[in-house]
């Protein structure tokens, strides 16, 4: 059984920067892309960043691309999400899914292993 678990996350002043970790356990972590989204309250789950299966492609929402960073390690069996230059609407929930295949994408019905997420707080 995959279990994938956040941290890192909290509260922070517009500007500032926080990175969030997600260990991973159960299937081979190696083979699968992974994903960053996050909920905010009465809001759907949105797309964050994906990375593929080696590291090799990483996509980003654009409300976030120039300021967050995807990255993973496979030997640690790990996937880091950089964030600076954190703005108010930034403030959610913020999730890490593995997905069912090798090649990242944006396609929230793609993954099917999801943590139980971490709160960012981004006060103005």
């Known amino acids: 059984q995959v279990q994938l678990v956040e941290s890192g996350g909290g509260l922070v002043q517009a500007g500032g920067s926080l990175r969030l970790s997600c260990a991973a356990s159960?299937?081979?972590?190696?083979?699968?892309?992974m994903g960053w989204f996050r909920q905010a309250p009465g809001k759907e789950r949105d797309f964050v960043a994906a990375?593929?299966?080696?590291?090799?492609?990483?996509y980003y929402a654009d409300s976030v691309k120039g300021r967050f960073t995807i990255s993973r390690d496979n030997a640690k069996k790990t996937v880091d999400l950089q964030m600076n230059s954190l703005k108010p609407e930034d403030t959610a929930v913020y999730y890490c899914?593995?997905?069912?295949?090798?090649?990242?994408?944006?396609?929230?019905?793609?993954?099917?292993?999801w943590g139980q997420g971490t709160q960012v707080t981004v006060s103005s």
């Open positions: 899914a593995q997905s069912r295949r090798l090649i990242a994408t944006m396609n929230v019905v793609e993954y099917d292993y």
């Open positions: 159960g299937r081979t972590f190696s083979s699968y892309a």
């Open positions: 990375i593929s299966y080696n590291g090799g492609r990483t």
